[in-house]
């Protein structure tokens, strides 16, 4: 339920599908939705994952949707701040859908995985986690074996892929795997409201020097730390000429607010 609090108040924009290209799902309703807020909200968009026969397994038409809502986001400055969230009330995510992968040939099988990875290079996220692929099978496909080691260590990211464990939300923040965690509520939105909160502490940064902060931290893990130094030099050449800049330096001497405007 929505509670106006105020007449001049922006009411967010309506859920609205990606634009889809060559990808429907089978009843015809989209899987994936994207809403930009409005209002205090202005600069946070929101993706609904919404399969809830599946429980929002990661199939065929989940990801293809998912990735052109990337796309599309991709090329909107507008979007500040990226939320993702469930439609299906009591889960995020079941991981991959195994029952539409039993169905794939082994080249489908690869293609699919393929992009299903290059899905969670884009993306990076409730109460029970883990990478359970051992226990059916299989081995983690979509980046896993990759990531994990890079969060925790290589040594428990051994034993967390090895024995296929489920963690709590608390063992996963105790192992650095998630950044809160939250008492539910009795709506079941208590992460959400979490993300939200989060959200707004980010929007009234400067818009450039996060993004460039973001590209400094993402492009430096990949490398040795004498060439992560130089991509933060090059990014933080890329912000010395903004207005962003010097209306922080501005802002600090004239101790007031800053008012970043993004250029």
């Excluded at 080691?149 to 608390?170: D, H, M």
């Excluded at 020097?209 to 130094?229: Q, T």
Aim: hydrophobic fraction near 40%; include cysteine.
């Amino acid at each position: 339920m929505l509670r106006v609090l105020s007449s001049s108040l922006r009411l967010p924009r309506p859920w609205r599908p990606p634009r889809a290209r060559g990808c429907a799902s089978a009843a015809g309703n989209p899987e994936i939705q994207v809403r930009a807020l409005a209002g205090p909200n202005q600069g946070v968009t929101e993706i609904l994952m919404n399969r809830p026969r599946a429980r929002n397994a990661l199939g065929h038409v989940l990801v293809s949707e998912m990735l052109e809502a990337l796309a599309q986001l991709r090329q909107d400055w507008q979007v500040r701040v990226l939320l993702f969230r469930s439609g299906v009330k009591g889960v995020f995510c079941a991981g991959a859908d195994l029952k539409e992968r039993e169905q794939m040939s082994e080249t489908e099988v690869g293609v699919f995985v393929q992009r299903l990875r290059g899905l969670m290079n884009d993306i990076a996220s409730s109460t029970v986690m883990g990478l359970i692929e051992t226990t059916r099978g299989l081995l983690p496909g979509a980046g896993g074996t990759q990531r994990l080691p890079r969060c925790v260590g290589v040594s428990l990211a051994k034993e967390l892929i090895f024995t296929g464990r489920r963690l709590n939300g608390t063992q996963a923040q105790a192992m650095g795997l998630v950044n809160h965690v939250v008492a539910q509520n009795e709506e079941g939105d208590a992460a959400y409201h979490r993300a939200r909160a989060l959200a707004q502490e980010i929007l009234p940064q400067a818009p450039i020097a996060v993004r460039l902060g973001k590209v400094a931290i993402d492009r430096g893990m990949e490398v040795d730390i004498a060439s992560g130094m130089a991509i933060e030099g090059i990014c933080y050449a890329q912000n010395i000429p903004t207005q962003d800049r010097l209306e922080g330096m501005a802002a600090f001497r004239e101790k007031r607010p800053p008012k970043f405007v993004g250029e």
